[in-house]
């Protein structure tokens, strides 16, 4: 895996960070996109790459509504979310 994949542009290093910050929530692509003030289109491109290294969980219900949430199963998730709570501690 390459950090690059995870970090890859600032706006999905805010998204992650998002998401570490509430590691338990389930969102929705349109409510992501109002957050990083961006298009859900943009959304869809951001996510690529974190669904495809398993870090966050999609899908898809009733047509165009796209949920996703931090995979918390994922070592890589829980190595990223122990990484985040020391880094916001010092």
Same mark, same amino acid.
């Given at each position: %895996?390459?950090?690059?994949?995870?970090?890859?542009? #600032? %706006?999905?290093? #805010?998204? =992650? $960070?998002? %998401?570490?910050?509430?590691?338990?929530?389930?969102?929705?692509?349109? &409510?992501?996109?109002?957050?990083?003030?961006?298009?859900?289109?943009?959304?869809?491109?951001?996510?690529?790459?974190?669904?495809?290294?398993?870090?966050?969980?999609?899908?898809?219900?009733? &047509?165009? %509504?796209?949920?996703?949430?931090?995979?918390?199963?994922? $070592?890589? =998730?829980?190595?990223? =979310? $122990?990484?985040?709570?020391?880094?916001?501690?010092?």
């Amino acid at each position: %895996m390459k950090l690059e994949k995870i970090f890859g542009s #600032r %706006m999905q290093t #805010r998204l =992650v $960070e998002y %998401m570490l910050q509430n590691p338990g929530k389930v969102f929705n692509q349109a &409510g992501l996109a109002r957050f990083l003030d961006c298009s859900p289109s943009t959304i869809a491109r951001l996510i690529e790459p974190l669904v495809e290294e398993g870090i966050l969980l999609y899908e898809q219900i009733s &047509g165009q %509504m796209k949920i996703l949430a931090l995979n918390l199963e994922s $070592e890589k =998730v829980k190595v990223l =979310v $122990e990484f985040y709570e020391k880094i916001r501690k010092m």
